[in-house]
């Protein structure tokens, strides 16, 4: 029970992680200890799993498709998008620094246990990480792709790709819909009751995840370390995108960077101490957990 309501709040953290653009729920499950459990788990759904069933009974099928994992992560997922994405929305648009400046600390903190996790760290893994930390502020510098049709194929292809993304450390999928402006429609369906659309982008969703899962378990079965590597750096360059002092752009552009000083000047406050109290507070949140994680071991 005590393991469920541990991957459960592992959960509850992603959906609150997916919520913000810029801040991916992969990078969340990595920092917690579950990406690689959760990437096998994913990959594991399969239709041998009904073989599985058949042959051996519903125990064995149950513990093949690690389903009390996956059923209690997703859990926590949805139940966090549904309890806190007004929450986060309001905090967004009235404490935006803050906010930003929490996940700075988090995300940063946390590329120091993964590093320290590598059992390699020769020159391969180092290449890694540099390409991983170019090719993530690179996509974060591009402008958005402005308005486009709607239409269920445009959802369910925005489902497929977005969920690609946030299933990679350091890319955000709710940042991958800014880019594609895709990000207001899915919310504005949600809350508008499309259900055509809905069903579309999550559809999207499922056969976007089963079928780059595989690819992730390939890869980290056969090059763990430089994809770690590689995943550390996109976390270290998504930064660049989660910079607290900037100013959204209108569809179609990229946001302005700004000093806190000049942000004070366009917004009246810079909110430096609650600022700096947060990154406080997300750099703590990885010490803690590493620590945990360290003590379980």
């Known amino acids: 029970m005590k393991d469920l309501f541990s991957i459960y709040a592992r959960g509850v953290a992603m959906g609150i992680a997916d919520i913000v653009p810029g801040v991916s729920g992969g990078t969340l499950a990595l920092i917690t200890g579950i990406y690689t459990e959760l990437i096998s788990s994913l ?16 125990v064995a ?21 549904a309890l806190f994405a007004r929450l986060m929305g309001w905090l ?41 930390l170019g090719a993530a502020a690179t996509i974060a510098l ?10 269920p194929q445009v959802f369910l292809f925005s489902g497929a790709l977005a969920i690609c993304a946030m299933i990679l450390p350091g890319i955000s999928g709710s940042f991958i819909l800014l880019l594609l402006g895709m990000y207001q429609p899915v919310l504005d369906a949600v809350r508008g009751g499309q ?35 590689l995943l550390g750096g996109f976390m270290v360059g ?16 990229r946001d302005q960077w700004l000093s806190p000083s000049q942000y004070a000047l366009v917004q009246g406050s810079a909110m430096l101490p609650q ?14 957990l590493f620590r945990i994680d360290q003590r379980s071991d």
């Open 43 to 58: 990959a594991a759904m399969h239709p041998r799993l009904l073989l599985v069933w058949r042959q051996q009974g519903f």
């Open 61 to 81: 099928f149950w513990q093949a498709g690690n389903f009390a994992f996956l059923l209690t992560l997703f859990a926590g997922i949805l139940s966090s998008i």
């Open 92 to 132: 967004l648009e009235n404490y935006p620094v803050p906010v930003w400046a929490f996940f700075c600390g988090l995300i940063a903190a946390s590329v120091v246990p993964i590093w320290y996790s590598l059992q390699e760290k020769k020159w391969r893994e180092a290449l890694a990480f540099i390409c991983g």
């Open 142 to 151: 591009l402008p958005g792709l402005g308005q486009i049709s709607l239409s």
């Open 195 to 229: 259900w055509s659309n809905l069903l579309a982008f999550v559809l999207g969703c499922a056969v976007g995840l089963l079928s780059f899962v595989h690819v992730l378990r390939w890869l980290l079965r056969r090059w763990h370390d430089p994809l770690m590597a």
């Open 238 to 253: 998504s930064l660049v995108k989660l910079w607290p002092w900037r100013l959204a752009a209108e569809e179609g552009f």
């Open 275 to 288: 600022a700096a109290l947060a990154l406080f507070v997300g750099v703590l949140v990885v010490v803690m």
